[in-house]
């Protein structure tokens, strides 16, 4: 089945740049999501992607697609500390906007001051 | 903007007893609501789809009938845990799709409710 990847931890200094990066497997997915997890919360949507785009930036967030190579990443620029969470990459299975989101295994951010 | 909330946010149960949670979809109608499921340090996990009007869609290795889910309105669907036990505490996430999607087919989060199962 669809098999979604990411390291689980980064650790920036504020002020930085992040990159946070994903693989997953199904070529056919159309639909390509990064969320962000504070604790004890549930998921917030940060950006998407459309599987014909290449990169799409938004305010401090750029997001990287590589289809070739089916990896996704996620830059975040001016990392604050406020930055610190858990960054899911989601990729909706198959080409329909109705299949289901797998989810990676999150990438905790822990930006130090 | 969408809003999904969660009721309760944590519950402590005895072993043996059933819990619900309930979600609702606030500021929209949602044909579509999922549950996943969440353990520690570990990535969500789709447990089942529910459409208003039928029957769950369970995931591969979901009890049915442990996990037991309504979505009688479009605006809320429950999660009944029956007869729980410790191995069922985890974090409860539930997510819902808007009756007209955008193209991107934005699922909205709710903030999650904490299982603990004595």
């Known amino acids: 089945g669809e098999d979604v990847e990411q390291s689980l931890f980064l650790s920036v200094r504020e002020g930085d740049s992040s990159v946070i990066n994903c693989t997953y497997t199904d070529s056919s997915s159309t639909y390509l999501y990064w969320y962000k997890q504070e604790p004890g919360a549930g998921l917030q949507l940060l950006t998407y992607?459309?599987?014909?785009?290449d990169m799409k930036q938004d305010q401090r967030l750029t997001v990287l697609l590589n289809k070739k190579d089916k990896h996704l990443s996620l830059r975040i620029a001016d990392t604050q500390t406020g930055d610190s969470a858990i960054y899911f990459c989601?990729?909706?299975?198959?080409?329909?906007?109705?299949?289901?989101?797998?989810f990676g295994q999150g990438t905790t951010l822990q930006v130090k001051p | 903007g969408a809003v999904v909330s969660q009721h309760p946010s944590w519950v402590i149960c005895k072993s043996g007893t059933s819990v619900k949670i309930e979600c609702r979809s606030l500021?929209?109608?949602?044909?579509?609501m999922f549950w996943y499921r969440q353990f520690p340090k570990q990535s969500l996990m789709l447990m089942a789809t529910?459409?208003?009007?039928?029957?769950?869609?369970?995931e591969q290795g979901v009890e049915k009938d442990k996990f037991l889910i309504n979505h009688a309105s479009l605006t809320l669907s429950t999660l009944t845990v029956t007869s729980a036990h410790p191995e069922d505490s985890s974090f409860y996430i539930c997510?819902?799709?808007?009756?007209?999607?955008?193209?991107?087919?934005?699922?909205?989060f709710g903030p999650g409710t904490r299982l603990t199962v004595l």
């Open positions: 992607i459309f599987s014909n785009m």
């Open positions: 500021d929209f109608q949602a044909t579509t």
């Open positions: 997510s819902a799709r808007a009756t007209s999607a955008s193209r991107y087919n934005e699922q909205f």
């Open positions: 989601a990729v909706r299975h198959g080409s329909s906007n109705t299949g289901k989101l797998i």
């Open positions: 529910s459409n208003e009007g039928s029957k769950a869609t369970y």
